[in-house]
C-alpha cells in the first residue's frame, strides 16, 4: 500500500472527492508551482481541524502526484488507493500579465473513477472540476449516490475557463445539487450559475431543489446561510488581507466539520449562526496570507 493511502477496512468520517493539481504561476520572470485543487484544499483544511478525512481524487506516480500526497498526507488527510490512477498529474498554468492580470491554461484530466474500497463515510463532499468534467462527472454522482452518507456537501467554485457548454454544465450542477444535503456557492458561482439573481434568490433556487442547508459567501461582505426556516446573514472579520486564494475552500472546509459532529436532521437558527461565524473567522485566517495555507485547529481555539 502507498504512503498516504487509506488502508482497505479504514472508515472514515469525510471522504472529500474531487481533483487536485499543481497550479503553476508564471509571470514571465519565474515559475512558482504549489499544491492546489478545491476538493484537495477542502481535505487539507478538514485535516488541520483534525477531522477524520480521506480524499478520492486522480493523480499519477510522477514527481508531481507525490508532492501532492506529501503535502496533503502532513496535514492529517489519507489518500484512497484508487486515486492512483493518472499517467501525468493534472496542472493549472496561471500566466500573469504585465497589468496583473492572469491568464490560465489547464492540462486536467478527469476520469471515471471507481468507489473507495472499505469507506463508510458519514459525510461526503465534492465540487469544482470534479463535479462538471467529463468523463468522471457523472461517475462522481455514482460514487457519492453509492456511498449512502448521511450528508453530502457541494461546492460548485465553477471554472469557466474548463466549461465547453454551459447547459451541460448547469446541468451537471443541478443533478449534484439535487443529491446533495449543503450546497455552498460563492457570489462569483452564484452570478454565472443565475445571473441577475439577488442573494435570497439564490438561496431559495438550491433549497427548492433537495438541500437542507444552502451558504452564499460575498466576499468582503461575508456570507448568508439558509434553510427553509432561517435566513441568517454572517458579518465579515476585518483582516488585512494578503490575497484570497483558498478562502472559500476553508469556509467549506470550517461547515464540513461542524456539521459533521451534528445530526444529520434540522438546523436551529443558532446553528445557522454558529456554522457561519465560525467559517467566515476560519477563512480570515487564511486571506490574511499568502496562498491556501488553511489554518489548524490551534490557531481558531481562542475565538
Not at 481533483?19 to 520572470?29: F, M, R, T
Not at 499519477?60 to 489519507?78: K, L, P
Not at 485566517?285 to 489554518?295: E, M, N, Y
Request: proline share 5%; aromatic share 2%; charged share 25%.
Amino acid at each position: 500500500m502507498s504512503s498516504g493511502a487509506t488502508s482497505r477496512s479504514d472508515p472514515a468520517g469525510v471522504l472529500v472527492v474531487g481533483e487536485a493539481l499543481i497550479d503553476i504561476v508564471d509571470d514571465g520572470a519565474r515559475r512558482d508551482e504549489h499544491v492546489g485543487g478545491s476538493p484537495a484544499n477542502v481535505a487539507l483544511g478538514l485535516g488541520r481541524r483534525g477531522a477524520d478525512v480521506a480524499l478520492l481524487t486522480q493523480i499519477a506516480r510522477d514527481e508531481r502526484g507525490r508532492r501532492i500526497a506529501e503535502h496533503v498526507t502532513a496535514s492529517g488527510v489519507r489518500i484512497c488507493d484508487e486515486s492512483w490512477s493518472l499517467e501525468r498529474t493534472s496542472t493549472a498554468l496561471a500566466r500573469i500579465g504585465s497589468d496583473g492580470a492572469a491568464t490560465y491554461a489547464f492540462d486536467i484530466v478527469w476520469d471515471a473513477l471507481r468507489a473507495p474500497e472499505g469507506i463508510r463515510p458519514r459525510v461526503v463532499h465534492t465540487g469544482s472540476i470534479a463535479t462538471t468534467l467529463e468523463p468522471g462527472a457523472a461517475a462522481v454522482r455514482d460514487v457519492i449516490a453509492g456511498l449512502g452518507a448521511d450528508e453530502v456537501t457541494f461546492d460548485p467554485n465553477i471554472r469557466p475557463a474548463l466549461v465547453d457548454d454551459r447547459d451541460v454544465a448547469l446541468a451537471h450542477v443541478d443533478a449534484m445539487m439535487r443529491l446533495a444535503t449543503t450546497v455552498k456557492l460563492s457570489d462569483e458561482d452564484a452570478a454565472w450559475l443565475f445571473p441577475g439573481d439577488d442573494v435570497d434568490a439564490v438561496l431559495d433556487r438550491i433549497l427548492a431543489v433537495g438541500p437542507r442547508l444552502a451558504a452564499l459567501t460575498i466576499g468582503a461582505e461575508g456570507a448568508v446561510l439558509a434553510t427553509a426556516q432561517d435566513r441568517v446573514p454572517v458579518p465579515p472579520v476585518a483582516v488585512d488581507v494578503v490575497d484570497t486564494i483558498g478562502a472559500g475552500d476553508t469556509f467549506m472546509a470550517t461547515m464540513i466539520h461542524a456539521l459533521a459532529s451534528r445530526p444529520a436532521g434540522p438546523l436551529a437558527c443558532g446553528d445557522l449562526e454558529a456554522i457561519g461565524r465560525d467559517a467566515v473567522r476560519a477563512a480570515a485566517v487564511t486571506v490574511s496570507r499568502a496562498g491556501a495555507d488553511l489554518p489548524w485547529a490551534a490557531e481558531l481555539a481562542d475565538g
